[in-house]
């Protein structure tokens, strides 16, 4: 589902060679493909929380056309190199964080968004042990919010 509101960074010289910069910080060869996609989702610096489908749109409406395949494997590259974190909220949906630090989501069931919640209000007392040769990769928190 594409969300109009979900905004994404303007295709501009300074966006893409933000995204230039991001891409060599993290090993990834910067394509054109990788390009105007990372200038998309982190070329003016701010924090957000894409899906796919809204990046894929995104992209188009920027005169780019790109396939969702393309659009899921660069974002699975992104992902792997440790320029944006998946958050899966259900099985059917996952976003893409460009904040990567460990923090809290809060998720709108009613708008379908997923936002920032406060790390400093958050207190994990205790977690189960992992299971006999396993080990704890990472704890996503995601707080699913219905308006009262
Ligand atoms: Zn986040």
Redesign the pocket.
């Known amino acids: 589902m594409y969300r109009m509101d979900m905004d994404f960074a303007p295709l501009t010289d300074s966006t893409l060679h933000t995204a230039t910069t991001r891409l060599s910080q993290v090993g990834l060869r910067p394509t054109r493909q990788r390009l105007s996609l990372a200038a998309l989702l982190v070329g003016d610096g701010r924090?957000r929380?894409v899906t796919a489908e809204a990046l894929f749109d995104a992209a188009r409406a920027g005169g780019d056309p790109v396939s969702l395949a393309t659009v899921y494997n660069t974002l699975r590259a992104f992902c792997d190199a440790g320029l944006l974190n998946e958050?899966t909220v259900d099985a059917t949906r996952s976003y893409f964080?460009t904040?990567t630090d460990d923090?809290p989501?809060f998720f709108w069931e009613d708008k379908q968004e997923?936002t920032?919640a406060p790390s400093d209000e958050l207190e994990i007392a205790r977690l189960p042990d992992a299971p006999e040769g396993a080990q704890i990769a990472r704890v996503d928190v995601v707080i699913r919010l219905r308006r009262s």
């Open positions: 924090n929380h958050v964080d904040r923090h989501h997923l920032d």
